[in-house]
């Protein structure tokens, strides 16, 4: 019987030595279902929450693709251009109060990023690759460059949305934007080349820098009906002092290209109107200047708003008679509705058509030109005919 009690005794011990090592099995794979594997846009595998509270987002016009999704309120850490939108602020005042560690590619605060605790970042490859080297938090990308056609558009709207879990709300986005182009496409299919306007679009305070052959926006300008005026440009290539994918040209090549529409982002029609250097131009003397409209976003970069509002803004100004049932205020607050789930107001209309919203989005209207990108980590590249992310 003496023999059997310690027997009893390192049995029970083994039991209990066993138990603890089943209960720690047991957390360990609590914990790994706890989270989830993606594949980013960068093609490199990403562990992250199943349950995402507190997400970092960086970039430019990526930037609205979570109140398109519906997940706004998961967000603790901006770029500071998505708080200098006028409109998005009044959307969801709660961005005014969040961090904003990324001025701009290839500059962030890594102690405000910090502080700010997010389970992890989504950015492109430069903020990535900052993120990267001087924290442990997990990198998600999105496309590093930006063609801001409408198939990468639908692309990052759907990876963000299995990112995220909400892929009927980025179903329903890509289906919008294809019904609008379906709608374009059909209303414009019998349209002869003689009909087809010539369009230069003038950014910047000259009005001489555009985008080229191949680029998001000839892709809008044609599926409004219409021929890019600098069609014959090439933007590829690094070029210094402005963004890629865009090139400034001279006044001289402008006059032999006589547009039919010119559209601007900085100023007014009337300045052009008054500028004797314009008074050639077709478009100057049929008054078809017109200033770019600004919503969330300007409509002159490679957003989600933009891929279906601006080529249907354009078709209703190039071809009036073929869309005289389009009312374009409507069509704004029909899509803010849908897709933003956001009423807009008739003054706030107003706002986005005449480019108001534009001057309060920190310069995203224009500085293509000149001056260098503030001091911080890491440089904003430019590669071939595409522009960054920012």
């Known amino acids: 019987m003496k023999k059997i009690i310690p027997l ?123 993120v990267e ?17 409408y198939a990468q558009t639908k692309a ?21 934007l294809d019904n609008t182009i379906k709608f374009l496409d059909q209303r414009l299919a019998d349209l002869p080349e003689d009909e087809r306007l010539v369009v230069f679009n003038g950014f910047d305070s000259n009005h001489l820098v555009t985008y080229g052959t191949g680029s998001y ?25 402005i963004h890629s994918g865009l090139d400034q040209i001279s006044m001289e090549q402008l006059i032999a290209w006589n547009p039919d529409i010119i559209v601007i982002d900085y100023g007014a029609p009337e300045d052009l109107y008054n500028d004797p250097r314009w008074a050639k131009i077709s478009a100057i003397q049929n008054k078809k200047v017109y200033r770019l409209p600004s919503a969330v976003f300007i409509w002159n970069r490679p957003s989600a708003e933009s891929a279906v509002l601006h080529p ?17 205020r409507a069509e704004i607050k029909k899509f803010y509705k849908e897709i933003f789930e956001y009423d807009l107001t008739e003054q706030q209309v107003d706002k986005i058509l005449s480019g108001e919203y534009a001057s309060t989005v920190g310069g995203l209207s224009g500085g293509y030109t000149g001056g260098k990108q503030g001091g911080g980590q890491g440089q904003q590249k430019k590669e071939g005919n595409q522009t960054k992310q920012n």
């Open 8 to 130: 009893l005794v390192c049995l029970l011990l083994a039991l209990s030595l066993s138990a603890g090592c089943i209960g720690q099995g047991t957390d360990t794979t609590t914990k790994s279902s706890d989270t989830r594997t993606i594949v980013d846009m960068a093609g490199k595998t990403v562990t992250i929450p199943k349950n995402i509270e507190r997400v970092a987002i960086f970039g430019g016009p990526i930037g609205q693709v979570p109140y398109i999704l519906g997940v706004e309120d998961k967000l603790c850490a901006v770029s500071k251009g998505h708080q200098r939108s006028e409109l998005l602020a009044t959307m969801d005042p709660r961005i005014m109060t969040l961090p904003a560690p990324r001025s701009t590619n290839g500059v962030v605060n890594i102690e405000e990023l910090l502080s700010s605790n997010p389970q992890f970042v989504i950015a492109g490859d430069v903020d990535a690759e900052i």
């Open 133 to 149: 080297k001087n924290t442990k938090i997990t990198v998600v990308q999105f496309m590093a460059t930006s063609d801001g056609n």
């Open 156 to 176: 990052e709207v759907t990876f963000l949305g299995e990112v995220f879990e909400r892929p009927e709300k980025a179903k329903k986005y890509c289906d919008y």
């Open 217 to 241: 926006m000839e892709e809008r300008i044609e599926s409004a009906g219409c021929l890019n005026a600098a069609s014959d440009v090439s933007t590829q290539g690094k070029k210094e002092g």
């Open 312 to 328: 249907l803004w354009l078709a209703k100004i190039a071809h009036p008679d073929r869309f005289k049932d389009v009312d374009i």
